[in-house]
């Protein structure tokens, strides 16, 4: 019958755990002797040494490939999408909707729209942005020629917006039926909306239900142009001072006041008809102005 083993003490156990850390009859330490300890020593040294080395080539030569101003895929984004302002959304679609009779319903408009434009202040765009820019040509910059190793942005200021701007009306024309809605086109890095340097883009709005209720549109600045001058955007990195050019359109309501209006950006390089993606070239909104 096999015998129960010895227990053990617990300084037969601290001396055991002593001979293990330091044997003086072999001459180990923790089971190696110096000599083994230096040899894996260096063995692990070299190793991390290597390891590290790798790591640092492999992420070196990622970053030397990389563009930091522009993302390396950009196939999805061929065509800019559209947006606009006041953007008030209802379950699926944009309703820009307002009680003239009411200065909570159109104060909210005015508000949203001069939050929006507080980045075209005409005082910070022209301390920011003060490159002479050549209107009517694409402002192709193929060096970083601004201060802090950056590009050159064309200031777009807010009095360019006209009788849209809110200076000479602070209220947009929200609190009577000439309400204006901005029109802005989304930014492509280094996208060019025309293989010509002679045809801008421009916004063309039509009312799609209720022509009758619209009776005169106009455009801010002239015609709804997007000088060509803002055109390409190099990147947020690139051109940190960099604003969009803007379209203010204004619409005159009578009847029922009330409007289905599609504001597209036309351009012989911007598609309008993917049934995937309703706000690629264009925006559709509805305006309604009650009493």
């Given at each position: 019958m096999a015998t129960l083993k010895e227990k053990r003490t617990c300084g037969q156990r601290c001396e055991d755990f002593g001979r293990f850390v330091w044997n003086s009859d072999n001459g180990t330490l923790m089971g190696r002797t110096p000599e083994k300890w230096v040899y894996i020593s260096l063995y692990y040294a070299a190793f991390y040494v290597v390891m590290t080395a790798l790591?640092?080539?492999?992420?070196?030569?990622?970053?030397?490939?990389?563009?930091?101003?522009?993302?390396?895929?950009?196939?999805?984004?061929?065509?800019?999408?559209?947006?606009?302002?006041?953007?008030?959304?209802?379950?699926?679609?944009?309703e820009i909707s307002y009680n003239t009779s009411d200065k909570a319903s159109w104060m909210?408009?005015?508000?949203?729209?001069?939050?929006?434009?507080?980045?075209?202040?005409?005082?910070?765009?022209?301390?920011?942005?003060?490159?002479?820019?050549?209107?009517?040509?694409?402002?192709?910059?193929?060096?970083?020629?601004?201060?802090?190793?950056?590009?050159?942005?064309?200031?777009?200021?807010?009095?360019?917006?006209?009788a849209c701007s809110g200076f000479e009306d602070p209220n947009f024309g929200y609190n009577c039926t000439m309400p204006c809605v901005i029109i802005k086109m989304n930014r492509i890095i280094e996208f060019l909306p025309s293989n010509h340097t002679d045809l801008p883009p421009y916004v063309n709005c039509t009312v799609l239900e209720g022509q009758d209720n619209v009776a005169k549109i106009e455009y801010f600045p002239d015609r709804g142009i997007m000088d060509l001058s803002y055109f390409p955007y190099y990147g947020k990195l690139a051109q940190p001072t960099y604003v969009n050019p803007l379209v203010a359109v204004r619409f005159s309501l009578v009847g029922e006041k009330h409007a289905k209006i599609q504001c597209r950006v036309v351009s012989d390089k911007i598609s309008y008809e993917n049934f995937h993606d309703p706000y690629e070239g264009k925006v559709i909104f509805y305006l309604k102005a009650v009493k």
């Open positions: 790591f640092s080539l492999a992420i070196w030569t990622l970053m030397y490939t990389l563009d930091p101003y522009a993302p390396d895929y950009q196939d999805r984004l061929k065509s800019p999408g559209v947006m606009v302002w006041p953007d008030t959304y209802g379950e699926e679609v944009v909210k408009m005015k508000n949203i729209l001069d939050k929006f434009l507080e980045p075209y202040n005409d005082t910070k765009q022209l301390e920011c942005n003060t490159y002479n820019c050549t209107k009517g040509k694409y402002f192709i910059q193929n060096t970083f020629s601004a201060p802090h190793h950056t590009k050159w942005a064309c200031p777009f200021t807010q009095s360019m917006l006209g």
